[in-house]
């Protein structure tokens, strides 16, 4: 018999598509594919009056959480707020009812008398509040559908959702707009997600962005570049699909110390999204914190050719640079140019 994959191996083959959310699918016992539920993510974006970008991420595995990435480019570029220091970090309450999810507490706070900010995320139908004491105060409403995106693999399958939610509040003292992503993963129990084949080796890039425009049209997604065939373009409006394809291409334009400057992401159509580094968008500290060459940065992604006017656009975009080189992708010009 001549060789074949072993059973099971099926190059991470993707599919993506929209859905209806609704509380139920957010418990963690939802198990969609079988999968159950490994981690959760808030993060997002937000402008102030001054025009400086205010970006946050908090990540829960089961009931803890490790604290608050509250970062802000005030200073010309982006660097770790001394308030996130106060987040609750450790174990928090989990209460889930038909009506509202609640998350709330600091039960390490309580036991040791840390000097922590509270946190109180709470997350009905629709809708979501989200409270880190008097570091970020937001309120916001969910962008209709959401996205998920699923990856086939005998030893590591995965399975992902994400929805969009268009926020106002205070963050730091200062009135924001802009926006939070409710995110999912799923894969079998064990591992955490940076010790996951797909974080480690297969992903070159992977970008959450999302755009509102001057009539008050949102345009959102989850977009990627990766090896065999983790490639995808899932976008999305109010009102559903925009783009969701996979099988797609890509493009890299790096600066000399490995941040992408810019990174196109091309539909099977040819339509283009184009992620744009923010002046000051590394994630330096963010990035410091993982391994493997990972580079994590802010900016926006606009369709190529894009002429609605934009009132606010936010993107967390992830590359590895060095797999960029080892499978030889050219520039984002290149790319656009069909080449």
């Given at each position: ?5 072993k ?8 599919s993506?598509?929209c ?9 963690p016992?939802?198990k969609?594919?079988?999968?159950t ?5 808030l ?18 595995c089961g ?23 106060q987040t ?16 709330h ?33 937001l ?7 959401g ?13 992902y959702?994400s929805?969009?939610?268009r926020?106002?509040g205070t ?28 974080f ?27 090896r ?8 999305a409006?109010a009102d559903g ?5 996979v099988g ?6 790096p ?19 184009v ?5 000051g ?11 493997g ?16 006017d ?30």
């Open positions: 018999m001549g060789s074949a994959p059973i099971g191996d099926l190059n991470f083959a993707t993506v598509g859905y209806q959310p609704d509380l139920a699918m957010h418990r016992t939802s969609p594919l079988g999968l539920e490994q981690s959760m993510y993060y997002g974006g937000w402008r102030d009056e001054s025009g400086a970008l205010h970006i946050v991420e908090r990540k829960f009931p803890m959480t490790a604290g608050l990435w509250m970062m802000t480019n005030r200073s010309g570029k982006v660097v770790l707020a001394p308030e996130s220091l609750v970090r450790g174990e928090v309450k989990r209460e889930y009812s038909e009506r509202e999810h609640h998350l507490g600091s039960l390490l706070g309580k036991a040791g008398g840390a000097p922590e900010e509270g946190l109180d995320y709470r997350l009905t139908h629709g809708a979501m509040s989200w409270r880190e004491g008097s570091i970020l105060q309120d916001g409403r969910l962008v209709g559908p996205i998920q995106i699923a990856s086939l693999d005998g030893d590591e399958p995965f399975f959702t929805e969009l939610y926020m106002r963050v730091l003292g200062e009135s924001v707009e802009g926006f939070v992503f409710l995110d999912h993963g799923y894969w079998p129990h064990g591992r955490d997600w940076k010790e996951w084949k797909i480690n080796g297969t992903q070159l890039s992977w970008s959450a962005f999302a755009t509102e425009f001057a009539d008050g049209s949102v345009e959102w997604g989850q977009v990627a570049i990766g065999q065939m983790f490639n995808f373009v899932a976008v409006d699909p925009v783009a969701m394809d797609t291409t890509g493009g890299v334009d600066d000399p110390e490995d941040w992408a400057q810019r990174i196109g992401f091309q539909a099977n159509d040819g339509r283009t999204w992620f744009e580094l923010e002046p968008g590394q994630m330096s500290q963010f990035s410091a914190a993982r391994w060459g990972y580079r994590a940065q802010a900016g926006k992604i606009l369709r190529h050719r894009e002429t609605r934009v009132r606010v656009a936010f993107s967390w975009g992830e590359s590895f640079m060095e797999r960029f080189r080892d499978e030889g992708v050219g520039s984002v010009d290149a790319l656009l140019a069909g080449r």
